[in-house]
């Protein structure tokens, strides 16, 4: 079966001076901000249901101009720092 990847629950995104932002609103979750470029806001949302790599990866494609190559590594760098920062369920 392959791994799911999800967002924790007790964040909010907000937009701040221009920036879009994910805030907590859960002491649990710490105090990690994370700031979005376009394609992490996306990612981000993507995330508050469960989905695969795959899954993932080909709805970046399907909105994005970018190379599936580039695509996967991106992808992959962006869930593992939010595993690294306690992120994801």
């Known amino acids: 079966m392959e791994k799911k990847y999800s967002i924790k629950q007790g964040y909010v995104?907000?937009?701040i001076a221009g920036e879009a932002l994910a805030v907590p609103v859960d002491s649990s979750c710490g105090a990690h901000l994370v700031i979005f470029n376009p394609v992490s806001k996306f990612l981000w949302e993507?995330?508050?249901e469960e989905k695969t790599f795959d899954e993932l990866l080909?709805?970046?494609l399907k909105?994005?101009?970018v190379s599936r190559?580039?695509?996967s590594a991106d992808l992959g760098d962006f869930l593992n720092q939010l595993s690294e920062n306690g992120l994801l369920n």
């Open 13 to 15: 995104v907000r937009e």
């Open 46 to 48: 993507q995330l508050s």
């Open 58 to 60: 080909d709805a970046v």
């Open 63 to 65: 909105n994005y101009t």
């Open 69 to 71: 190559d580039e695509a």
